[in-house]
């Protein structure tokens, strides 16, 4: 049975419903009697009659690897390599990726080329504009594969650029980018990270940022990593970073780099804002923020968050088409490069208590330092927590320090962790294992609030909302490896 029914609202709109057999009628709304069945002849509808009348290739399965190189350089990439999604290389980021395109079965990782001079210079108007102009443009990259890809039927989806924009309703609970670049392109065969944690290609050097593509087919061929890496261990990169944070030894302090060149993304935005909050007036707002510190903080809203250093890139004389001047004249090269970053004159954002505290006034005297807040304590989930003990870790708080802590939370979260900090060192692993230099037993939201700073650990301890075995002395010392 087939029945056109109108329905007249006041004669001025005319709405016509096509009721198949089994359909049933409730007060005007017509739906269907099984569930999935369709108020539309839908093997009639014009959209599916034109759909089957076009003949339409079956998209392919494999993705031949020549013909794929070419339409991504053809996008725009400067460099391009191929990861199968099962690869073991990249088996850590694995779930990440699914969550992201559950139909990913290969991986695309794209290079673009930054023009060097603009990074290298120490004026950051200059280099924050090549930073953004190249991450805009990494993203027309990946976006216009994807394109080209859904043009042939082949599914596809591609990340953002360098991590950014972020997923922030994740921010203080759990990882917050979607994709991890750095490592796909390491197994895509683009590079190696070099001891300052830039991916460093073998021609262009680290004057380059990563894209990402998840694709819905296998491809012919897969890219390898590389059997060397570019970096040549000069340590440039170390004498250059004004906080510290990358030392001769290859140990990366996360939180110094963060805390200042990072100053005007999410933590320190967070903290601006609060400092904001806090102030009275006016002129107590000014006595903790300059004048160019506002305007720059309204230049990073307005124009896009911008970089404070960034040395470490801007320094690094790896890769073919970078080394040149390097190898002819070091020592004019030091001159031209390097000294005009290690000697301005420029605030450096430290947080009180830490590393990068010490670090600057004895390496560069010259050079202010602001303790101020990171926000890597604004944590919502003990699994944040968790994961930003190694981020935050001070190896120069912690000397002298050697023991063993044993967490357990309870409540909305519950978890077991193993804490061990010896000769400078951490290591955190799930479960509780081997004997314990001091225990604790929380409840998961006191601890996160006492962590943010909400509340003091006395009240805690009172409510018997936290409980511990050992030394007090023990819970400073761990407390002082953290500061934020």
């Known amino acids: 049975m087939r029945t056109d029914i109108k329905f007249d609202y006041g004669n001025t709109s005319h ?22 069945a369709s108020l539309v002849d839908l093997a009639n509808h014009p959209t599916v009659v034109s759909h089957r009348a076009e003949a339409k290739a079956s998209p392919p399965h494999t993705l031949d690897a020549g013909r794929l190189r070419s339409l991504c350089l053809e996008a725009g990439a400067d460099d391009v390599g191929f990861v199968e999604v099962d690869r073991e290389d990249i088996a850590a980021h694995r779930a990440d990726i699914i969550g992201v395109f559950p139909r990913t079965k290969s991986v695309i990782s794209i290079v673009c080329r930054m023009n060097r001079e603009n990074i290298r210079t120490p004026m950051r108007s200059i280099a924050n504009v090549e930073f953004h102009h190249v991450v805009h443009e990494t993203d027309g990259v990946v976006r216009e594969i994807v ?4 043009g042939i039927g082949v599914r596809a989806i591609n990340a953002a650029a360098v991590g950014f924009p972020m997923e922030m309703d994740r921010f203080g609970a759990g990882k917050q980018w979607l994709v991890s670049h750095k490592p796909i392109a390491e197994a895509a065969g683009l590079g190696r990270m070099g001891i300052h944690r830039n991916v460093i290609h073998p021609k262009f050097g680290n004057f380059i940022l990563l894209g990402t593509v998840l694709v819905d087919a296998e491809v012919s061929a897969y890219s390898r990593p590389l059997d060397y890496s570019p970096c040549l261990e000069c340590k440039l990169c170390v004498s250059a970073c004004p906080t510290g944070a990358i030392a001769p030894d290859g140990h990366f302090d996360f939180a110094a780099c963060y805390t200042h060149n990072y100053r005007e993304f999410s933590g320190g935005f967070t903290d601006w804002v609060n400092t904001v909050v806090d102030s009275p007036n006016s002129r107590a707002y000014r006595e903790k923020v300059t004048t160019a510190e506002t305007a720059s903080m309204w230049q990073s809203l307005s124009f896009g968050a911008n970089y404070k ?5 801007a320094v690094c004389p790896a890769g073919e088409d970078v080394i040149g001047p390097y190898l002819a004249d070091r020592k004019q090269y030091m001159e031209e490069i390097a000294k005009p970053l290690t000697e301005k004159v420029e605030t450096v ?18 050079k202010p330092i602001k303790r101020v807040r990171n926000g890597l304590s604004n944590l919502r989930s003990i699994v944040a927590f968790l994961r930003s003990l190694t981020l935050v870790f001070q190896r120069g708080r912690s000397a002298g320090l050697n023991a063993a802590f044993h967490f357990t939370f309870v409540g909305r979260e519950a978890a077991e962790v193993t804490v061990e900090i010896r000769n400078k060192t951490i290591k955190v692993t799930n479960g509780l294992h081997g004997a314990a230099d001091f225990a604790m037993t929380a409840d998961s939201d006191a601890w996160l609030r006492f962590v943010r700073k909400e509340v003091k650990l006395p009240w805690l301890l009172l409510r018997r909302s936290v409980r511990f075995r050992g ?5 400073q010392a761990f407390g002082r490896c953290f500061p934020s």
């Open 15 to 36: 709405y016509s419903f096509i009721i198949q057999e089994g359909c049933r009628r409730d007060r005007n709304r017509f739906e269907p009697a099984d569930e999935g």
């Open 147 to 150: 394109s080209r890809l859904e």
């Open 309 to 313: 250093a960034a040395y470490c890139m």
């Open 349 to 366: 954002y430290v947080v009180a208590g830490s590393d990068a505290e010490a670090y600057v006034p004895r390496r560069f005297a010259h």
């Open 471 to 475: 030394s007090p002395r023990l819970l």
